[in-house]
């Protein structure tokens, strides 16, 4: 099967050209600018993914919030749920990035990560 | 009021291309940086914007905003940048001298060579001129990003959002992501503003829809939008009759562009170009006046921060020289664009050094290339699969390329 897919991984959105059959998976690609592209567009054919990026409330930080991303991205499916797990909760400061907030996020095996650091006030 | 303070090189704003223009001018020997941003944290939009995608191109990986933003701040502070917060500069004089406003009262800073990144704002529903009443409800779409992003306050149930630009979209899918309902994105273009990316994962992973050659004829509501009018636009953008239709939303979000912060720029007489409304600038980002530089979105709108970030390092790096020497490149070749092309960036160039170039086409092209040209002949042929006026196009042109030009100038244009 021929088809066109869009990457997202950065703004230059290449329309990728994608040659792929179920059986075998990508059988080549082409109109993409970098590396990238080849394992997106793998992941969106077959198990389709999205970084999960949201923001959770902090206790005596010098931010109110703390921004979070599901790591590695959830299936694209589950974002709603997802969110609905995230609303509620709240963490205390003080926070680095990379530091991991939650843990196997409804079962998916992704972890919600802090992408800020917030000092304690 | 203190005495007035001397600087190698000052930095006006404290955004991504501040922070990547401080750290590299004190990384290229100038002594003292200082970095002047109004708000109390250093980060500009990166602060609001926690959604991922930046860093592909420097970091070859997508990072969130805070993320990128974070490794910047850590590299000014190990460089020994000054950061000097909750600083607004009121003046900014030909001979370099600053005049700041904080809580510690007005300042004077004298800098041997000055950089201008004070990146964008938004375009208002004024600037666009928007009938109808005038109730609570209306934002702009990055005000309601810092509101969600960085305040924890939360705008509206029901949105409308005016314009497809990259915030607009973002915002549609953060606003459902935290429970609001988005009932439509109406844009005046035939064509969406906002990279075709954020149309997959912001509207089309979310079903909301997206109405081409339409705007916002009336907002009602008087204490509160109750709703608002769509309707579709001919090409001369006049309404279409009998094209009207009627959305119910408390919420109208417009993502209708940004204007470049040149304020300073157009006090100090700095020439401007009429279509990056920037200042003009050579290969080292050297403005029309000696030793004032600029660079980010306040000379080009960058959609894609990576390359604000190298134009800010290289501007960073002129900028030291400048300041520690007297002595940049001369610029004496003339870069213009011609068919095709909105723009070329820079406009003048030495000839002795490769050049990244930063461009937008006109329309959306298919297998066309980018050719530089001088005298008739082609010094360089870039094969282009696909081109958008939403996606700035950067190109490596290697300096072996300028050889042979003719009469210093050189015409960039696409073809066939």
Avoid at chain 1, 69 to 80: A, C, F, Q, V, W
Avoid at chain 2, 278 to 291: C, K, L, Q, R, Y
Avoid at chain 2, 383 to 401: C, D, F, N, Q, S
């Amino acid at each position: 099967m021929k088809s066109t897919i869009i990457c997202i991984v950065c703004p230059v959105s290449c329309p990728v050209d994608v040659e792929w059959t179920k059986e075998d998976g990508v059988l080549g690609i082409k109109n993409h600018l970098c590396k990238l592209a080849g394992p997106y567009v793998e992941s969106e054919l077959f198990d389709p993914r999205r970084l999960l990026t949201t923001s959770i409330p902090v206790d005596s930080g010098d931010w109110p919030l703390v921004s979070v991303k599901s790591d590695p991205p959830i299936p694209k499916n589950m974002m709603l749920e997802a969110m609905d797990e995230i609303t509620g909760v709240r963490v205390k400061a003080p926070i680095k990035v990379g530091d991991v907030l939650m843990t196997d996020i409804l079962g998916t095996g992704c972890d919600i990560v802090a992408t800020r650091n917030v000092k304690k006030v | 009021m203190g005495d007035r303070e001397f600087a190698d090189v000052a930095i006006i704003g404290g955004g991504p291309a501040g922070l990547a223009a401080a750290a590299e001018a004190k990384g290229a020997g100038a002594k003292r940086v200082i970095m002047i941003e109004r708000d109390e944290r250093v980060g500009g939009i990166l602060n609001q914007q926690v959604h991922d995608g930046f860093g592909t191109k420097v970091f070859k990986e997508a990072l969130t905003g805070p993320e990128y933003s974070a490794i910047y701040e850590d590299r000014v502070n190990e460089r020994g940048v000054e950061t000097w917060l909750k600083t607004t500069v009121t003046e900014l004089t030909k001979d370099r001298l600053i005049t700041v406003r904080s809580e510690r009262g007005v300042e004077k800073i004298q800098a041997g060579a000055v950089v201008l990144a004070m990146g964008c704002r938004e375009r208002t529903r004024g600037a666009i001129g928007t009938p109808g009443t005038r109730p609570a409800g209306v934002y702009t779409a990055g005000a309601v990003q810092y509101y969600m992003n960085v305040s924890n306050l939360a705008v509206g149930r029901k949105v409308v959002i005016l314009g497809s630009g990259d915030i607009g979209l973002i915002m549609a899918r953060r606003m459902v992501l935290e429970g609001a309902e988005v009932v439509c994105v109406a844009e005046i273009l035939p064509q969406p503003s906002g990279i075709a990316g954020n149309i997959v994962r912001c509207l089309e992973d979310f079903d909301i829809p997206l109405y081409l050659s339409t705007t916002v004829v009336e907002i009602h509501g008087k204490e509160r939008v109750t709703g608002v009018t769509l309707a579709e636009v001919g090409p001369k953008m006049g309404e279409k009759k009998g094209t009207r239709r009627y959305f119910d939303c408390d919420t109208l979000l417009l993502s209708v562009g940004l204007i470049p912060e040149t304020e300073l720029a157009n006090e100090l007489g700095l020439t401007m170009s009429p279509v990056t409304n920037g200042a003009i600038v050579d290969e080292s980002f050297h403005t029309s006046a000696p030793g004032i530089f600029s660079c980010g979105n306040v000379l080009q709108v960058h959609d894609v921060v990576d390359y604000a970030t190298l134009e800010a390092e290289k501007t960073g790096i002129a900028a030291a020289r400048y300041a520690l020497t007297g002595d940049l490149p001369e610029a004496k070749i003339s870069i213009s664009a011609g068919a095709g092309l909105r723009y070329v960036l820079p406009a003048n160039i030495s000839g002795e050094d490769s050049i990244d170039f930063t461009m937008r086409p006109w329309k959306e092209e298919h297998d066309k290339s980018v050719v530089f040209k001088s005298g008739g002949e082609v010094l360089r042929r870039l094969k282009m699969p696909h081109m958008e006026p939403a996606g700035m196009i950067r190109v490596r042109v290697g300096k072996g390329r300028f050889k042979h030009v003719e009469n210093n100038e050189i015409t960039v244009e696409v073809e066939d």
